[in-house]
């Protein structure tokens, strides 16, 4: 249903309740936009207004034809296929879900033993640890950076300080 702004009290409305809106409401309305393609209507012309672009058409603009589709379905299926290639890849971590909760166990077990940290030999630490318990033997650069970024970011902050660069084991 095709809904338009009222020019003179600038209420929405759709097009089934003007005549009542004009007869009710504001008695001067006269300009009538229709606020899916912003085309201004006067007077009883916005009766003829019976179709207009879709959302689809307003939001996504040249990306709307067919051809854009089946490129963006191309894509959308070479994506599907890396990401499951890298799932049977060795590298692969488990769930992101569970992640999280491992890298802390992993950094508690060592914050425990040690009780403070810096937090570059902490994350050497803990990422080799991670890695022997992954089985995992070779590492790209790429890969060490994503791990020692994962690693980080497990941290929780309380166990930082503003002072110094160290971790600190809290129960």
């Not at 009222?6 to 229709?34: M, P, R, Y």
């Not at 166990?159 to 110094?164: G, L, V």
Request: hydrophobic residues 30%; contains cysteine.
């Amino acid at each position: 249903m095709v809904s338009f702004v009222c020019g003179n009290c600038q209420d929405v409305i759709k097009k089934n309740k003007v005549n009542s809106h004009c007869i009710n409401n504001c008695l001067d309305a006269w300009e009538f936009t229709c606020v899916d393609c912003s085309q201004t209507f006067e007077g009883f012309d916005y009766q003829s207004h019976n179709q207009c672009i879709t959302e689809k058409e307003k939001y996504w603009g040249q990306f709307t034809n067919e051809k854009s589709q089946k490129l963006c379905d191309t894509m959308n299926a070479e994506v599907k296929k890396t990401e499951e290639s890298k799932g049977s890849n060795k590298e692969a971590v488990m769930d992101k879900a569970e992640e999280p909760n491992e890298w802390l166990q992993i950094i508690n077990v060592i914050l425990k033993e040690k009780g403070q940290l810096e937090w570059k030999k902490l994350r050497d630490i803990v990422v080799k640890k991670y890695c022997r318990k992954k089985k995992i033997s070779s590492i790209t650069k790429a890969k060490r950076s994503k791990l020692n970024w994962e690693c980080l970011a497990s941290i929780p902050i309380s166990y930082t300080s503003k002072s110094h660069n160290m971790i600190t084991y809290q129960c």
